[in-house]
C-alpha cells in the first residue's frame, strides 16, 4: 500500500487579473534621487552619522536618532504606480493580524507569490531597483533577496515600539501607498530617541506620504512605532520589508526583552488594619460565607472572577472623586517597548484613597482573598529538610491612570517569574463605560507555540512537529489538498490532545460540494483523560470497514480533519499527523513535493482562536491597552502571590460582561510569514474583528485571575513514562540515538505496532 505524501493545503483560486508586470516592469526611480550628485551626498552622510537634506532631490539622511533614509516621489510614474497598487489590493490577501505589539492586516511573504504575477514583479522591482538605490547610499552589499510584505492599517490599528532587530535583519523598508496621506490621520512612523539601549521619546514623526519610501539601518537603537491610525476614510498601504546581509551568519533573534525591573515593588501584607474597614468599604455579599464558595467554585472552574459592585457605592465614589483631583500627580511609566500608562504617587493621594489601599495590601484582605481563591494567600510554617520556616506572601500595586494609545506590552517580567501571582484589579471612573471606549484588559496564552505548530507541520514529515490550535476552541479543522483524487483505504492518525477527530473528504473539481463523512467523529479521548491532560497523544489506525461506504470506494482529493475538544478549555491541540494510505499508485514526483497553502479555514480558526483565553504550558501573559477615545479611565491595580493553579471566570453573583476585541498572539515581531488566506481584500475590510476574552473595564467591578502557573517538575527519567513506542523511518545511528534518549525518558520501545502502543515516531 502506498502511502500517500500527504497534501498540499487548497489554493487560493486563480484571480481574472492577468499579470499586470508590465505596470511594475515600468516603474522606474525618479532620475533626480539616483544622480550621482545626490547618492554621493547622502552616502557621506549615512556613513558619518550626519543628517542631510538634498532638498532638490527630494531626500534626507537622519544620522540620529539612527541611519535612516527618507526618499519623497520614489517611482516616477505615478499612474503606473496606482495601476500596481489597485492590481495588488486586488490580488494580495491581507488577513488582520493583533498581538500585544500591532493591531493589522498583513500579507504573506511577497516573495512566495507564484512567477510572472504583479507581485513576483514587484518583488523583482524590490530586489534589483531598491536593493541598488540602498546599497549605494549605505554602501552595503545586501543579499539578493528580500523579504517584503503588504500592510494595510485600518483605523485604530497601529505597530508599538519595537527596533525590528530579528532574522538578521540589516535594512528595513517601507514605501507608502496611500494617496494624500494627511496629518491629522495618524498612522505616522514614529522615531525613537534611545538611552541605555531603551527608547526614551518621539524625536521624529514621518508622514506616510503616497510614493515615499523610508529605509532605516537595523540596530539596537532603531526603535520605531506605527501611531495609531485615526481615519476611517482610507487604509494605509505600505509595502515593507528587510534587506539581509549576504553572508549573515544565522544567528538568534535578540529577544528585545530587555529586561526591565517589574513595574511593582512585592510588600507583605499590613497587619496593622483593624478588620472594620473591610466591612466599611466591601460590599456585604463578598463578605458572606455561601458567597466566598460561589465565587470559590466559579474561580476553581474558570481562574478568574469579576465581582461588580465590590466596593460599597459611596466609598467607591468618594475614591473616584479623589483619583480624579488634580492634587493627583501621575508619571508616566516606560519605556515605550513595553509599556505607556500614567501611576499615581502614593503620596499625593488623598485620605480615602489611601485608606483603601491599606486595605487591599492588609492581612484581612489576603484572607478574603484567600477564602475566594483558596489559594494559599496567608502566612503559612512550611516544613523543609527538617526545618519550619514561614512564607509569608506578597503583594505589589499601583494606581495606574489610563487614557487613549497607552498600553503595556505582554510580559511575564511585569509578574514575578518564579512564583505564582493573583492579578488583582478595580476600575474606577468609568461608568458607562462601552465597547467602543476600548481600554480592556486581556488575558492571552504565548503565542510563540503556536507559531511553532501550523498546518504545514502536517505536511513537512517531521514527527516533532504538529498543528495545533494556539488557544482553545470546541472545534478546529484543517483541509489538506491532496496532488491527486485517490481511494483513501486507510487512514493513521497520531493525535495530540483532541477528544474527538472526523475526517472528511471533498474534491478540489466540486469545491460547492459539501465535504462527505469518511471517518465519522472517532473518540481518542475519554472526557476524564482531557479533563486530566493524559492519555492525549494516542495513535489510531483506521481501516477501510472502519471507513463509511460508499464514501470510502470513491476518489478524492481533499481531506478536512476536524478535531474537537469539548470537555478541556486548556489545552492547546489538534494532530501529531494524519497518514492516509492508498492501495493506488502514487507517481512519486508529484508528491514529493508538497505545496502547502493553510487553506482559509485554518487561517481563520487561527485568527478566531488566538484571541481566546487560554491556559497552556506556560504562564498566561496580559495586556491593557485602550485604542479608542474614550473618556479619562482609571484602573488600580493590586498583584498578589498565589501559589494553586486555577482556570478562566465569570462572575459570581452579579453580571461580568466579557466583551469581545480583537485577536492576540504574543509574538513580539511582525508577522513577517504569515499565512495566505483567500479572502479577498474588500471582505478583509470588512471583517468584524474576532472576539477575544476580554475583562470589561466595569465601574467598580473587582476582577482576579491567576496569572501565572508553577510547572510541575518530573524526573527526566519519567518524563516519557505510559509511552510505548515504535519507529518509523529513521536511520542509525539517529534511530539508535532517540531509543536511546526515550528509554531512558521511561518511555518503553516496540519494534512493530501492536496493542498498547502509544506513539509513532
Ligand atoms: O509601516 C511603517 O511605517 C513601519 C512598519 C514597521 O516598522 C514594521 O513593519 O516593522
Ligand atoms: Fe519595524
Known amino acids: 500500500m502506498n502511502k500517500i505524501q500527504k497534501v498540499k493545503i487548497i489554493k487560493k483560486p486563480r484571480t481574472s487579473i492577468n499579470p499586470a508586470s508590465s505596470h511594475i516592469k515600468s516603474l522606474r526611480l525618479r532620475k533626480e534621487i539616483s544622480s550621482g550628485e545626490t547618492i554621493f551626498k547622502l552616502k557621506k552622510a549615512w556613513n558619518n552619522n550626519k543628517s542631510i537634506n538634498v532638498s532638490g532631490a527630494g531626500v534626507e539622511v537622519l544620522g540620529s536618532p539612527f541611519k535612516v533614509c527618507i526618499v519623497k516621489h520614489l517611482v516616477s510614474e505615478l499612474e503606473h504606480l496606482h495601476d500596481v497598487v489597485g492590481s495588488l489590493v486586488e ?61 494595510l492599517y485600518g483605523y485604530t490599528d497601529y505597530l508599538l515600539c519595537h527596533d ?90 535578540p529577544t528585545n526583552g530587555l529586561r526591565h525591573s517589574t513595574a511593582l515593588t512585592l510588600k507583605t501584607p499590613s497587619y496593622a488594619l483593624v478588620e472594620s474597614e473591610m466591612c466599611l468599604f466591601v460590599s456585604n455579599e463578598y463578605l458572606q460565607h455561601d458567597q466566598q464558595i460561589q465565587i470559590n467554585r466559579l474561580i476553581e472552574e474558570n481562574s478568574e472572577i469579576s465581582l461588580d459592585n465590590f466596593l460599597k457605592a459611596k466609598w467607591a465614589d468618594k475614591i473616584t472623586t479623589e483619583l480624579c483631583s488634580s492634587n493627583v500627580t501621575w508619571h508616566l511609566r516606560g519605556p515605550p517597548n513595553r509599556r505607556k500608562y500614567e501611576v499615581a504617587d502614593e503620596r499625593s493621594l488623598g485620605p480615602t484613597v489611601t485608606r483603601f489601599l491599606n486595605l487591599m495590601k492588609s492581612q484581612h484582605m489576603f484572607a478574603l482573598l484567600e477564602k475566594m481563591t483558596q489559594l494559599e494567600l496567608t502566612s503559612k510554617w512550611v516544613h523543609k529538610n527538617g526545618e519550619q520556616s514561614l512564607v ?36 474606577f471612573n468609568c461608568a458607562e463605560w462601552t465597547q467602543e471606549s476600548g481600554g480592556f484588559m486581556s488575558y492571552i496564552g504565548r503565542g510563540d507555540e503556536d507559531e511553532n505548530h501550523p498546518a504545514e507541520n502536517l505536511v513537512n514529515n517531521d514527527p516533532a512537529k504538529k498543528w495545533k490550535c494556539s488557544s482553545w476552541e470546541k472545534s478546529v479543522s484543517v483541509v489538506l489538498q491532496l496532488d491527486r483524487a485517490v481511494v483513501i483505504n486507510s487512514i493513521d492518525i497520531g493525535n495530540q490532545h483532541s477528544a474527538f477527530i472526523e475526517v472528511l473528504v471533498g474534491r478540489s473539481s466540486s469545491p460547492d460540494e459539501p465535504f462527505q463523512v469518511l471517518l465519522v467523529a472517532s473518540s481518542f479521548m475519554s472526557p476524564m483523560e482531557a479533563r486530566n491532560g493524559t492519555m492525549g497523544t494516542r495513535v489510531r489506525m483506521f481501516s477501510s470497514e472502519q471507513l463509511r461506504k460508499p464514501v470510502v470506494e470513491q476518489r478524492w482529493d481533499r481531506v478536512k480533519v476536524i478535531c474537537s475538544q469539548p470537555f478541556n478549555k486548556h489545552v492547546q491541540y489538534g494532530l501529531a499527523f494524519i497518514a492516509l494510505h492508498s492501495a493506488e499508485k502514487i507517481v512519486d514526483d508529484l508528491v514529493k513535493k508538497p505545496e502547502l497553502v493553510p487553506c482559509k479555514d485554518v487561517a481563520m480558526a487561527k485568527n478566531n482562536l488566538d484571541v481566546k483565553v487560554k491556559r497552556v504550558e506556560g504562564p498566561l501573559r496580559a495586556k491593557q491597552q485602550s485604542t479608542t477615545t474614550p473618556p479619562a479611565k482609571q484602573q488600580s491595580t493590586t498583584t498578589l502571590p498565589a501559589k494553586q493553579q486555577s482556570t478562566t471566570t465569570l462572575p459570581a453573583k452579579q453580571q461580568s460582561t466579557t466583551t469581545p476585541l480583537a485577536k492576540q498572539q504574543s509574538t513580539t515581531t511582525p508577522l513577517s510569514k504569515q499565512q495566505s488566506t483567500t479572502t479577498p481584500l474588500s471582505k478583509q475590510q470588512s ?23 508553577r510547572p510541575q517538575r518530573k524526573l527526566f527519567s519519567k518524563l516519557l513514562e505510559g509511552v510505548v513506542f515504535v519507529m518509523s523511518g529513521y536511520q542509525n545511528p539517529h534511530r539508535a540515538h532517540i531509543r536511546t534518549k526515550a528509554l531512558e525518558m521511561g518511555a518503553k520501545y516496540k519494534t512493530d505496532w501492536s496493542v498498547g502502543c502509544t506513539h509513532l515516531m
Open 91 to 151: 490580488m494580495v490577501p491581507m488577513p488582520p493580524h493583533e498581538t500585544d505589539l500591532f493591531k493589522f492586516c498583513q500579507s504573506s511573504a511577497l516573495a512566495s507569490a507564484g512567477k510572472d504575477t504583479p507581485v513576483s514583479a514587484l518583488v523583482q522591482f524590490l530586489e534589483r531597483v531598491l536593493r541598488g538605490l540602498v546599497e549605494e547610499v549605505t554602501g552595503l552589499t545586501l543579499d539578493g533577496a528580500v523579504t517584503s510584505t503588504m500592510s
Open 164 to 253: 525590528d532587530r530579528q532574522n538578521n535583519r540589516k535594512i528595513a523598508f517601507i514605501w507608502y501607498l496611500t494617496e494624500n496621506w494627511r496629518e491629522e490621520y495618524g498612522g505616522h512612523l514614529d522615531l525613537f530617541d534611545s538611552k541605555g539601549g531603551y527608547p526614551t521619546e518621539i524625536v521624529r514623526s514621518i508622514l506616510p506620504e503616497e510614493n515615499s519610501l523610508v529605509f532605516f539601518e537595523v540596530c539596537d537603537r532603531s526603535f520605531h512605532q506605527v501611531s495609531e491610525v485615526l481615519t476611517r476614510s482610507k487604509p494605509r498601504l505600505s509595502v515593507n520589508g528587510w534587506f539581509h546581509l549576504p553572508t549573515a551568519p544565522a544567528r538568534p533573534s
Open 392 to 427: 509569608t506572601p506578597k503583594c505589589g500595586y499601583q494606581v495606574q491612570r489610563w487614557r487613549r494609545g497607552f498600553y503595556t506590552l505582554a510580559s511575564d517580567e511585569d509578574f514575578c517569574e518564579t512564583v505564582p501571582v493573583l492579578d488583582v484589579f478595580i476600575n
Open 687 to 709: 471583517t468584524t474583528i474576532p472576539p477575544a476574552k476580554c475583562q470589561r473595564t466595569n465601574e467598580n467591578s473587582f476582577g482576579a485571575k491567576q496569572v501565572m502557573k
